[in-house]
């Protein structure tokens, strides 16, 4: 087979999808749900006969620009993260694809939306095929515009107009950071390319740049919302659910990780203890911050900044392929979250705050298991998926990093007591306002999505079943993280702890909130710490406080400067001289006879005094 | 077969000319003939560039890197050596191409417009068009000089007569700015010429070839690029010598507004690359650290003066100011893949920019104001110009799959290579250009409709794009993306040509010039 056709047609199908919707099928949603649905259909089969049948590294190269000393090319580099990624991607983004045919079927811009979505799986497929750094810049700038354009859907309210902004130019600070990188990886290792970079890397004698790993980071830090850039991706919930389950849960933020992953070759020491100490601290900070949130999408997107910082931690901790075995999980399971959130928020006529729901176990029964499912999954109950790989990141701290260990422990924990309250509130009780009253049980678009996501969230973690390919990618890392845990004698702990955190997790949250609850607990009980935990560490006070105050002031100096000294003094200040000169010789010139025999006689008078040696 | 080609160099450059010619004594009424003669006009230079630029072979069996060349003698030859000389290489084929398609897409703007003595106006147009032409396609460096003023003038009289508010003092702040970065260049092109006594003659190959022979490190040799590289950079709006640019603009009708910012303002960073730089290698070097620093005050200095902007068209007039500092940096490189970058940014930011003069017209036509705060939620009317202006923004930008990208791309890769530490101030602005543009979308299109919108509607119900806007936005989108998506089919041939003139003068350059 010709891998090389196989993987365009993956990449581009999803392009010839939002060309054709863009061009021809604005009006007519249903035609272009239909086209968009096709193309991520094939490429999810072309890739899953890929994970199956390409079995050997493949890497392909065209030559894209050639200046002089600049040489860019695109290429794809197919290896065992490119290979789970890309069923990832387009399985879980097909589903995504499905489902939105339910949610979004009463949207009057549907074209729009598919045509959006299309546009993002051909730019996420592009990051996870390429070859080098060059063409994932590209690649990821143009997630990064999907995802604006995405959130941007409902672009009449307030809420969208200013999160479309924010989550741009949030990501566009942290791809300044990565561009430096990849200008500085060009001339430094004299190649961009990630298969090269890998060669050079297991050379005796290479030296890794920290100034580089540090730069190249901060597109990671932007595309997966770390701190400090984290603010945009709680707003980013004003898009459509779908798209912030493809986009801002299984996907796209995960591309940062991926990214990761896939320069791990060149990220040294210290850099790799900077991103351990990002992930953990993200990992408890937003899981704190997740427990003042009203909003069923916002406790979510915090959950999901928790669990990217899981990810990051394990690559901190030098191990990459615990961290994509943890995003593909969290890819099945938070998208599953999300979409059951949808189907509520669908059902419930746009209501959002779970306070408001409340008793929906009774209306729509099949959403609330599978929800559950999503949520055990999440938490790491037993013999879930998330229980495998986020059990696995845990692991790796105990022997590596203590403090780190313990933070995740205690991510672990508020995990399960935010997800604990989110579904007391919500789901059980007895309803709160009128549209929970009046929900229903979503239609089969939505349905089918959600059961085999579900189905996956189960089984997912149990890598003996994964193509022989993808497992390279974990398998060994798992049998060392074993094999260290067996020799340091803890696998009684680990079997404890595997355990307590969500079980007392689920508990405390059972017995502050209690079931079905119509006020916040830790609102009516300790105020000050719920108004602490709402500001979030005033993140987004100080940003704004420095785009009014300071850069906005600062321009509008600049600005007065340049209209009034440049503008005014030079430019008008030399034609106004000029004018000056001009005007007073016009006033020696009035054309009275006898104006100008003064000025003659005075002439006359100035010359002679001149000539008498007066002066 | 150079002459079969160079006869079409000739029907690019002057059938506009002629066409603008002969609607000058046209009837006002006859609005149709008007219109068809004009749109030969626009559409015989766009047709022959696009052709140019995809049969534009690379590189001839002699290495000669010119295509197309043709010389006739107008009488001066003896005299001055001043003929009228044509021919295309690399480096000016883009800006060939680019004047093609920006003149076809202002004059289509320009044709589905209402303006009063439409046939002046076209006939203006044209004008300015078949200078554009002229300038990109000559390769003596008189008459290089002289198409510049050719199109230049109409410009002027354009804004005097239709241009919008506050236009006197624009049009004069703008003729007087330009006739003096016009004047301080021709007397530097003049002195490139004086010290070429040996072979006399502004042919610019033979100039380039006698000044690589004689390398011309001399103090005069110096004196001249400064001529050149200030009277060209006044032409361009170097900072600090800009500020004609956003308010002359401003106050320019759109059709002339495009064509200047898209293409004629890039006739003085044409000339640096293509006759200041090749020609005074080392003289141009010891320049360098100056025109970084300028440069670097267009991104930075003009960028925050872009973001403090509340009227759409100073914004989008100092944004294009902003974007020719990359390209002069691109150019201070004096390599080949920092100048193969400014002219792919040259060509992308001539697209971008008459694309976001023109739609910021069409964004005053339907809400009649260009304050960015009174504006808000035109795109639930508007949705189709939402999504052209999005598109014109996000090329603007940067985005990938734009040409802008490519050209950013490159220099920023390029600079690293010399000055790594210029890159970084150069690099933020891609964040301020983020802001601000997507400030301006958001202000206009997204959010809640307006209420001085919702008073303005009331009167005027808001129609989508048309057609006559329709179609242009389209041309320079299609082109915008034809070189951000697939860039090495213009990239090769800017290699050939850029390797002749740069891959030398590279090695010669004194080692010691660096920023600090």
Request: aromatic share 14%; net charge neutral.
């Amino acid at each position: 087979m010709d891998w090389t056709k196989v993987f365009l047609s993956i990449l581009l199908l999803p392009l010839v999808a939002a060309l054709v919707n863009m061009l021809f099928l604005r009006r007519n949603g249903t035609t272009a749900a239909l086209v968009s649905i096709t193309a991520a259909f094939f490429s999810m089969v072309l890739a899953m006969i890929a994970l199956f049948k390409c079995t050997e590294r493949y890497s392909v190269s065209f030559p894209w620009l050639s200046l002089g000393d600049f040489q860019a090319s695109m290429g794809i580099y197919y290896n065992p993260m490119t290979a789970t990624m890309l069923f990832v991607v387009t399985f879980v983004g097909f589903l995504i694809h499905v489902f939105s045919v339910g949610y979004m079927s009463d949207d009057p811009a549907k074209g729009r939306f598919f045509t959006g979505l299309s546009i993002f799986m051909f730019s996420m497929l592009g990051i996870v095929l390429a070859d080098n750094l060059i063409m994932m810049f590209v690649f990821w700038e143009l997630v990064g515009f999907s995802s604006y354009m995405l959130i941007a859907h409902y672009w009449n309210t307030e809420e969208a107009r200013s999160a479309c902004k924010k989550a741009f130019i949030m990501n566009r600070i942290g791809d300044f950071g990565m561009l430096l990188g990849i200008a500085w990886t060009y001339w430094h290792y004299k190649t961009v390319n990630l298969q090269a970079l890998e060669v050079f890397s297991s050379q005796p004698g290479f030296v890794i740049h920290g100034g580089i790993a540090l730069l190249l980071i901060c597109g990671f830090i932007g595309k997966s919302a770390q701190f400090p850039l984290h603010t945009w991706l709680p707003d980013a919930m004003a898009g459509p659910t779908p798209v912030s389950a493809l986009i801002h849960a299984a996907t796209m933020v995960a591309a940062g990780i991926y990214f990761l992953c896939r320069i791990f070759c060149i990220l040294d020491a210290q850099t790799l203890e900077v991103i351990v100490w990002l992930g953990s601290g993200m990992v408890v900070y937003a899981g704190i911050c997740a427990f003042a949130q009203t909003d069923i999408k916002k406790i979510l997107a915090y959950s999901t900044l928790s669990q990217l910082g899981y990810m990051a931690a394990a690559v901190g901790l030098g191990f990459p392929g615990l961290a994509l075995f943890h995003t593909t999980t969290h890819a099945f399971f938070k998208a599953l979250l999300f979409l059951g959130s949808g189907s509520v928020i669908h059902a419930c006529h746009h209501e959002q705050d779970i306070f408001k729901m409340g008793g929906l176990f009774k209306k729509m029964p099949l959403t609330t298991a599978l929800f559950a499912i999503g949520t055990i999954a999440l938490c790491g109950v037993m013999f879930t998926s998330g229980y495998f790989s986020k059990d696995a990141i845990i692991e790796v701290a105990y022997f590596k990093n203590t403090p780190v260990f313990i933070l995740l422990i205690l991510g672990a924990f508020l995990t399960a007591g935010y997800m604990g309250r989110l579904f007391y509130v919500a789901f059980l009780g007895s309803p709160k306002s009128q549209n929970s009253e009046h929900a229903h049980e979503s239609g089969f678009f939505m349905l089918v999505s959600l059961v085999v996501l579900a189905g996956m969230s189960l089984i997912g973690g149990y890598t003996q079943g994964w193509a022989p390919f993808a497992r390279q990618l974990v398998s060994g890392e798992l049998d060392t993280v074993h094999h260290q845990i067996v020799s340091l004698q803890a696998e009684g702990l680990f079997s404890v702890l595997g355990i307590l955190p969500w079980a007392i997790g689920f508990a405390i949250a059972l017995l502050f909130y209690g079931i079905g609850a119509k006020k916040d607990a830790l609102q009516n009980h300790l105020p000050s710490v719920y108004s602490f935990v709402n500001q979030k560490l005033w993140f987004d006070e100080i940003y704004g406080f420095y785009v009014r105050n300071v850069q906005q002031r600062f321009a509008d100096i600049l600005n007065f400067c340049d209209v009034v000294l440049v503008g005014g003094l030079l430019v008008r200040g030399t034609a106004g001289l000029v004018g000056v000169v001009g005007m007073m010789a016009r006033s020696l010139h009035v054309g009275n006879i006898h104006i100008y025999v003064y000025w003659f006689l005075a002439g006359l008078i100035i010359y002679w005094s001149f000539a008498m040696g007066y002066f | 077969m150079d002459a079969y080609y160079s006869s079409f160099i000739y029907l690019a450059v002057f059938v506009p000319l002629i066409t603008g010619l002969m609607l000058l004594p046209m009837n006002t009424s006859a609005v149709n003939t008007t219109r068809s003669i004009a749109l030969v006009g626009f559409v015989v230079p766009c047709i022959v560039s696009i052709w140019f630029a995809f049969g534009f072979y690379t590189s001839s069996a002699s290495g000669e890197v010119y295509q197309a060349l043709s010389s006739v003698d107008l009488g001066l030859e003896g005299l001055l050596g001043i003929s009228l000389r044509f021919g295309l290489n690399g480096v000016s084929m883009p800006m060939f191409l680019l004047a093609g398609i920006v003149g076809l897409a202002s004059g289509l703007y320009a044709i589905a417009t209402a303006a009063h003595r439409l046939n002046l106006y076209l006939a203006l147009l044209l004008i300015m068009l078949s200078g554009l032409m002229g300038t990109f396609a000559s390769t003596d460096i008189f008459f290089f000089y002289f198409f510049h003023e050719l199109a230049l003038i109409p410009t002027f009289i354009m804004i005097g007569i239709w241009g919008g508010q506050g236009r006197r003092t624009a049009a004069m702040e703008m003729a007087v700015y330009l006739t003096l970065g016009a004047m301080i260049s021709l007397v530097g092109l003049i002195m490139l010429y004086a010290q070429a006594p040996a072979i006399k003659t502004f042919n610019l190959i033979e100039l380039k070839k006698y000044f690589q022979a004689t390398g011309g490190a001399t103090v005069l040799a110096d004196n001249t690029f400064a001529m050149l590289l200030f009277g060209f950079g006044i032409l361009v709006s170097l900072w600090p010598f800009h500020s004609w640019a956003p308010r002359g603009y401003a106050a320019a009708p759109s059709s002339a507004a495009m064509l200047h910012a898209g293409v004629l303002k890039k006739f003085g960073l044409y000339g640096l690359i293509q006759i200041a730089a090749p020609l005074l290698p080392i003289a141009g070097s010891q320049w360098i650290e100056v025109l970084i620093w300028l440069a670097l005050g267009n991104i930075v200095v003009i960028g925050f003066i872009t973001m403090a902007q509340r009227d759409l068209k100073l914004m989008v007039g100092y944004s294009s100011v902003m974007h020719m500092g990359y390209i002069f940096l691109g150019i201070a490189t004096l390599s080949v893949a920092g100048m193969g970058g400014a002219i792919l940014l040259m060509f992308a930011h001539g697209l971008s920019a008459a694309l976001m003069f023109m739609l910021s017209t069409s964004v005053y036509r339907r809400t009649h104001s260009y304050d960015l705060n009174e504006m808000g939620g035109l795109g639930q009317q508007a949705p189709l110009l939402a999504g052209f202006f999005i598109a014109a923004t996000m090329a603007n930008i940067g985005l990938p799959g734009f040409a802008n990208f490519w050209g950013e791309f490159t220099i920023f890769i390029a600079l690293w290579n010399q000055y790594p530490w210029v890159v970084v101030p150069a690099a933020t602005g891609v964040i301020i250009s983020a802001v601000y543009g997507l400030r301006a979308v958001a202000n206009i299109f997204f959010g809640e409709v307006s209420q001085s919108l919702k008073d303005y509607s009331k009167e005027h119900p808001i129609t989508d794009i048309r057609l006559g806007e329709r179609v242009p936005a389209i041309i320079l989108l299609v082109a915008l993306l034809a070189v951000g998506l697939y860039p090495k089919w213009m990239g090769d041939k800017l290699e050939s040509a850029l390797l002749k003139d740069y891959a030398k003068p590279q090695a010669v350059a004194p080692a010691n010039v660096h920023v600090n």
